[in-house]
T-cell receptor, first 114, second 114 residues
Framework: AQSVSQHNHHVILSEAASLELGCNYSYGGTVNLFWYVQYPGQHLQLLLKYFSGDPLVKGIKGFEAEFIKSKFSFNLRKPSVQWSDTAEYFCAVNARGGYNKLIFGAGTRLAVHP | SQTIHQWPATLVQPVGSPLSLECTVEGTSNPNLYWYRQAAGRGLQLLFYSVGIGQISSEVPQNLSASRPQDRQFILSSKKLLLSDSGFYLC?????????????FGPGTRLLVL
């Protein structure tokens, strides 16, 4: 069965620090990959996605993620975080041909201190 | 533009009482619709999905059921709530527009079963 692992459950950073959140998935077939973000009191929204092509994907608000097929990973990065990046981040995979269902990781709570 | 509504926003129910959560989508037709649950400390778990009116697929055995009486309406129900049904319930729909293949999430319903 498919699964998604996010290794960091809670991350605390100071502003301007660099961020990398790990995401690994278990599925041998072709996948689409997503990072979603949930800011306090707001809807879950899409941060970035990978379908095909360049494995380095750029999303909103300066975030990027790199798909490494050999490692089954899709880590999220940002060179310099801001207080407004405080949120919960979810990695998800969607197996093609499977009614577009998403399998989510447990999420990572990021707290950025000024 | 497309909009997704969920109500109620918050609900406190006693154990053994019935449940009905509603989700409606505007601005699209024949969407795929999904119900997810987010329990404390865990990621989003897919509960049900629907590819059309009256078509419901269950992902996990549980105390809940779902129905899709109209194209843009998706209902989550229970005849008798359990304590373990507490959580944050999210409805989502899948957009198949060009370069927009992603799921959009509603604001969610926070359910507390006492």
């Amino acid at each position: 069965a498919q699964s998604v692992s996010q290794h960091n459950h809670h991350v605390i950073l100071s502003e301007a620090a660099s961020l990398e959140l790990g995401c690994n998935y278990s599925y041998g077939g072709t996948v689409n990959l997503f990072w979603y973000v949930q800011y306090p009191g707001q809807h879950l929204q899409l941060l970035l996605k990978y379908f095909s092509g360049d494995p380095l994907v750029k999303g909103i608000k300066g975030f990027e993620a790199e798909f490494i097929k050999s490692k089954f990973s899709f880590n999220l990065r940002k060179p310099s975080v801001q207080w407004s990046d405080t949120a919960e981040y979810f990695c998800a995979v969607n197996a093609r041909g499977g009614y577009n269902k998403l399998i989510f990781g447990a999420g990572t709570r990021l707290a950025v201190h000024p | 533009s497309q909009t997704i509504h969920q109500w109620p926003a918050t609900l406190v129910q006693p154990v053994g009482s019935p449940l009905s959560l509603e989700c409606t989508v505007e601005g699209t037709s024949n969407p795929n619709l999904y119900w997810y649950r987010q329990a404390a400390g865990r990621g989003l778990q897919l509960l049900f999905y629907s590819v059309g009116i009256g078509q419901i697929s269950s992902e996990v055995p549980q105390n809940l059921s779902a129905s899709r009486p109209q194209d843009r309406q998706f209902i989550l129900s229970s005849k008798k709530l359990l304590l373990s049904d507490s959580g944050f319930y999210l409805c989502a729909w899948w957009s198949m527009g060009a370069h927009q293949e992603t799921q959009y999430f509603g604001p969610g319903t926070r359910l507390l079963v006492l």
